[in-house]
């Protein structure tokens, strides 16, 4: 059967449509709006995306995504820093950002430990979180996904850090099971933040 399909534009989808989420019609959706924008919308949107790649880097001291030295987190003088929360991903800082109750420092692991699809410790950033434990860190949170690979996580670095002398504990189980924290709703993460446990 004959392709009719303009070629950029069968580009244009193809790119949309390998974004995590979307599929093929939603992909064709929002390529025709980017097809109906101004081109002065279209040049900054582009611009939008090649700046962020760019100019985005990892945080010298958590990890967190960053257009500076350090992050926004790491550079207050306003959060505490005997407290550091331990997340999966960027996304999850923004998560618990969003419920404000938490007014210590993060570091952001950039995934779990995941045999099966071949992650172990070393490619994840535990290597820089032991490396802040000599600035008078006295809790480490432990807020990974409540998956396998979250718990396997928390309590393969909970090891690690007992012997330090540092407090390790884990969020509650107001996330639900096999949930991520960036859908969890504020109620639900200030009530995991509160009711966290030893590991």
Do not use: W
Request: hydrophobic share 40%; net charge negative; charged share 25%.
């Amino acid at each position: 059967m004959p392709n009719y399909i303009v070629a950029p534009l069968d580009t244009l989808v193809d790119r949309l449509e390998s974004l995590p989420g979307i599929g093929h019609k939603t992909a064709q959706r929002l390529a025709y709006h980017i097809l109906n924008m101004s081109e002065k919308d279209a040049r900054a949107f582009a611009s939008a995306i090649t700046d962020a790649h760019e100019k985005i880097h990892y945080c010298r001291d958590c990890c967190n995504l960053t257009d500076g030295e350090l992050c926004p987190v790491c550079r207050s003088d306003r959060r505490d820093r005997t407290i550091i929360c331990v997340v999966e991903e960027p996304k999850d800082v923004f998560a618990l950002e969003r419920a404000g109750d938490f007014t210590g420092l993060y570091h952001v692991l950039h995934g779990t430990i995941s045999p099966l699809a071949g992650v172990g410790p070393d490619q994840l950033k535990i290597k820089e979180l032991l490396a802040r434990m000599d600035s008078g860190v006295q809790e480490v949170i432990m807020a990974t996904n409540p998956t396998v690979e979250g718990d396997a996580t928390a309590l393969y670095i909970a090891r690690l850090l007992r012997p330090l002398g540092v407090r390790v504990t884990r969020l509650a189980y107001g996330i639900p099971v096999g949930g991520d924290l960036e859908y969890a709703d504020n109620v639900t993460l200030q009530r995991a933040l509160e009711g966290r446990r030893d590991l």
